[in-house]
């Protein structure tokens, strides 16, 4: 079984351009999650979908940050316009539906200069 | 308070010996509690997943969950240099909402 997919692996920009991250969960995956991971932190939830529909977006910096997920599958996260604090990893994760056992990507590293 | 704490080490074992890894917790309302494991540049991988209180085991880990004193433990026994790694803890109030990670320890198993 083919896990979580993200591309870029890596990513330099500078502050104030913009950047999108993609993610291809794994087949049959109802659930998508979008993390952010700050050096030396757990991750913290950006965006829920359930299908490709939003199911919890409260931790997400709106006036920077969206994200969708077209056709219930492939998800597209961009940062516009990306700020220092922005360096983290952003981690992709699926699961089957609503519930714990979360699969997660390798990541995407983003670095804000 | 954070909602929960985890000691971010470095904590250097040698090899075969039994690792304890440790999170505490304020909110009362988890009920479920799981750890990952975390490789360097790769993302978190589930290892054990518990409901409540008490023990789980698989293989060299045992998960340990204590509510009333809000405190969860992972333990590995006989540890290999392939465990070195950063452990999250996480946890939520129900199957249904958001985790809330620890922020990891850092894990050295030398040969």
């Known amino acids: 079984e083919a896990g979580v997919a993200q591309s870029p692996r890596y990513k330099i920009i500078e502050k104030r351009q913009?950047?999108?991250?993609?993610?291809?969960?794994?087949?049959?995956?109802?659930?998508?999650?979008?993390?952010?991971?700050?050096?030396?932190?757990?991750?913290?939830?950006?965006?829920?979908?359930?299908?490709?529909?939003?199911v919890d977006d409260s931790q997400l910096p709106k006036d920077r940050f969206s994200a969708e997920r077209l056709k219930g599958v492939d998800s597209t996260l961009k940062i516009q316009p990306a700020k220092l604090e922005d360096s983290a990893v952003y981690l992709c994760a699926s699961s089957l539906s609503t519930g714990n056992e979360q699969y997660f990507g390798p990541g995407t590293r983003l670095t804000v200069t | 308070q954070k909602e929960v704490e985890q000691d971010p080490g470095p904590l250097s074992v040698p090899e075969g010996a039994i690792v304890s890894l440790?999170?505490?917790?304020?909110?009362?309302?988890?009920?479920?509690?799981?750890?990952?494991?975390?490789?360097?540049?790769?993302?978190?991988?589930?290892?054990?997943?518990?409901?409540?209180s008490g023990n789980k085991e698989d293989g060299r880990f045992t998960a340990q969950v204590d509510k009333s004193s809000k405190y969860i433990s992972l333990f590995i026994r006989d540890s290999q240099p392939s465990?070195?790694?950063?452990?999250?803890?996480?946890?939520?109030?129900?199957?249904?909402?958001?985790?809330?990670?620890?922020?990891?320890?850092?894990?050295l198993v030398s040969p």
């Open chain 1, 18 to 54: 913009s950047v999108a991250f993609w993610c291809n969960p794994i087949s049959g995956h109802a659930t998508l999650y979008w993390y952010q991971q700050i050096l030396g932190q757990g991750p913290k939830l950006l965006i829920q979908f359930q299908n490709n529909g939003v």
């Open chain 2, 22 to 52: 440790n999170c505490t917790y304020s909110n009362s309302a988890f009920q479920y509690f799981m750890w990952y494991r975390q490789y360097s540049r790769k993302g978190p991988e589930l290892l054990m997943y518990t409901y409540s």
């Open chain 2, 83 to 107: 465990d070195s790694a950063t452990y999250l803890c996480a946890m939520n109030p129900s199957g249904y909402s958001t985790l809330t990670f620890g922020k990891g320890t850092m894990l």
